[in-house]
Structure formats: C-alpha cells, structure tokens
C-alpha cells in the first residue's frame, strides 16, 4: 500500500502534468480513449447482429437423450370428443326440463332432491364442474368485445340455455342442476332467516362480482383475467384437488351453508344476477299451493331462502327447492279440505 506522502506527491504531479498538456495532444489522447472503448464493446455489438436458429426442429428424443431415459406420462387428460361435449349440453337441457316437471307439475320435494344429488354426482364430481355457465358469462363476454377471440358452440349453449330456460320457468338451473348450488343445498342443516334489509343488501355484491368479472375478462389478452373460474370455492372439491386457500374458502362457504341458505348462490354468484333479470319475465313459477291459498305462514319458515313474501313466493328469489310443498297442508289433502 503506498504510503499517504507519496499518494499525494503523485496527484500534485498529475495535475501539474495536465495543466502541461497542449490542449492537442489533450484532444488525441481523449480520441484515443474513445477509441479503446469502442474496441472492446465492438465484439459484443457484432454478436447481438447475428441472428439465432434453433439446432434442432424438435425436442430431444428418448434415443437421442441416452442412458435410459423415459419419456414421463402425459399428466393431463387429452380433451373432451366433440360429441361427448354436446351430450353434456344435452343432458344440461334434460335436466333442466325434469326440475320444471318435478316442481312445478309433480311439486315432489324428494324427486327434486333426487335430482340435485344426481347433478351434483354427474356435472361436479363427474364432469369436475367444467359444464359452467357461470364461468361462461367470461367467454361470452370476451367474444363479444374481441373480434380474434371464438368459443365453440357448446360454450354458447351453455351459456344462454338456462337463461331461455328462466325466461319461461324461473330458475330451474338453481334448482336441481347446477352443481355449486347442489352442493349447498345438500349441507343445509339448520337453517335461519337472514333479516330482510341484510339480505338485499348482501344481494347486490353479485351485481358488483358480475361487473368486475367482466372488466377483468375483456382486458387485452396479456392482462386478461378469468375472476370467476380463479375463485370458484367448490372446484377444488370437485376435482379433488386446489390450492389450500381456495379449498379452505370453499370449506367456509360450505360451513356457513349449514346455517345460511346457499350463501354464494344469494349473494355473489353472478350467474344468479342473470337469472334474476330473466325469471322477472317468466309467465310460470313457483306457487305455493296448487290452487288456493291458505296464508297458514308455514311456507315461510319453511324457505330458507327468504323467497317468500305476504305468503306468496317471490318467482325472481325462488330457487326451486320445493321446501315449500313439502310444509304446505294443503298439498295433503287428507289434513285440510277448503270449502
């Protein structure tokens, strides 16, 4: 290390050197520097030039790789045949028609249950909750707003026939087939009335859910976002696996189910949203008895949904359940005879 004498004595003398050199001689030395430079970077600038080709057209291959290498598995499933996705839609649409018989022509609670176990059974474990309308309504609305963007035609159906379905008959969808409403509906225990006012508040999150889903779906396609599909609280029960958060919301949901009549189908499915809108149209619904009233007020305890008002059923709120039948007296004629 050199000492802090001679440290200085070298600086006074390379300023006084400088203050020597002919501003020439200053002008070559800075070219010469910028020369140096432009050599030592030169190679670099020549090499981003050249233009990459890959050394092979396909990936390595068993033979090719050695010392025993096996290709692993194909770890997902391939795709659904074409056919078999159509069957899906009819069988959505077959289902549908039994719940409008079985509530509205037979008013059978245990049929309608038998269909929501089935649903449940064959579009959520089976099917792994991919026959969706909710998760539709971003496809849909991606399609609509981007020109490169195409779904097939069964995505379409999926979409739009529950909708046509409510515009006739109320929400059969909710009813007995869609799968994330079965599975609530079949935990439900105990049920207890949510006060009116919280009740039609807490409805409206579905609306905001339903807006920002859309939002987030009609992105440009790098920043595009599936909200619904990424925080679907039941899939993961579906297919048997998910991430622990995701598992652990949908455990919540299902818990407070117990207690509070399907709670995601009230207040944040916005599919629901939807067939609210549409169920406003339908000239048939939901009638408490088949052909008087009696105001006894056993019906409406008996909703666990809170879809019955001044003892009659609300068609917009009523997610054909058939609860209703089953404590009506008057569909036991036996019990009560009207004059």
Known sequence: MMPPMESAQLRSLTVAARKRLPSRDRKEAVAALLLLLFLA???????????????????????????????????????????????????????????????????????????????????????????CPIGSIQNVAVALTDPK???????????????????????????????????????????????????RALGLLKYVYLGLAILLAIRPALARDFLICRFDPFVGFFRRTGSPHMLMLGGGFLLLGMFVGRPYCRYLCPYGGLLTWCTRLARRGVTVTPDKELDCGLCT?????????????????????????????????ELVTLS
């Open 41 to 131: 970077f030169a190679p670099r600038i020549h090499a981003q030039a050249i233009p990459y080709t890959r050394p092979v057209e396909t990936a390595p291959q068993e033979n090719t790789i050695g010392g025993g290498y096996k290709t692993l598995a194909v770890q997902r499933a391939k795709p659904r045949d074409y056919w078999f996705q159509v069957l899906d839609v009819v069988i959505l649409g077959a289902a549908m028609g039994i719940a409008v018989w079985l509530v509205l022509k037979r008013r059978s609670r245990k049929w309608a249950t038998v269909l929501t176990i089935g649903s449940l059974a064959y579009f959520g474990f089976y099917r792994e909750g991919c026959i």
């Open 149 to 199: 963007y195409s779904i097939p035609m069964v995505v379409t159906l999926t979409f739009f026939l529950p909708l046509v379905v409510a515009l006739f008959y109320g929400r059969a969808f909710c009813g007995g087939v869609c799968a994330l409403g079965a599975i609530q509906e079949l935990v439900l225990l105990k049920p207890v009335q949510v006060p009116p006012k919280l009740d």
């Open 301 to 333: 305890n008996a909703c666990p949904y809170g879809a019955i008002e001044h003892m009659r059923a609300v068609r917009k709120d009523c997610l054909y359940c058939a609860r209703c039948y089953a404590s009506c007296p008057r569909t036991k004629s």
